[in-house]
């Protein structure tokens, strides 16, 4: 007998939802928060972005690789995709445990 279609995935809190619903990735929040500011540059703080996103932020966020920017489609750092999808660069502020967002002029997809 075949599972039932709501088996089939799990969304990020482990719980079960039906096959065709929304995947709503980790970064998501920060990336519509991203997309709906005016200014073409503006910092937050790791806690800023914690409280954004639900989650804490990893240990690596600490590290400038982490926020390092990439304009390869096939990226499988979600968190990069997250800035890049709502046109903007990250930058850590070193020390600061802070990041500055700058709007950039790119071919990135912005739905």
Do not use: C
């Not at 079960?16 to 937050?44: C, F, H, N, S």
């Not at 489609?73 to 850590?92: E, I, K, S, Y």
């Amino acid at each position: 007998m075949p599972s039932p279609p709501w088996l089939a995935a799990k969304s990020l809190q482990g719980r079960r939802r039906p096959l065709g619903a929304a995947v709503i990735a980790k970064y998501d929040p920060l990336r519509d928060y991203l997309r709906k500011q005016k200014t073409d540059e503006l910092e937050l703080s790791f806690a800023e972005m914690e409280r954004k996103i639900g989650y804490m932020l990893p240990k690596s966020a600490s590290l400038p690789q982490w926020w390092a920017n990439t304009t390869d489609p096939t990226t499988t750092h979600v968190q990069r995709t997250a800035w890049g999808d709502a046109g903007f660069d990250a930058f850590l502020i070193a020390g600061a445990d802070r990041v500055r967002f700058k709007r950039v002029q790119s071919t990135r997809s912005a739905p």
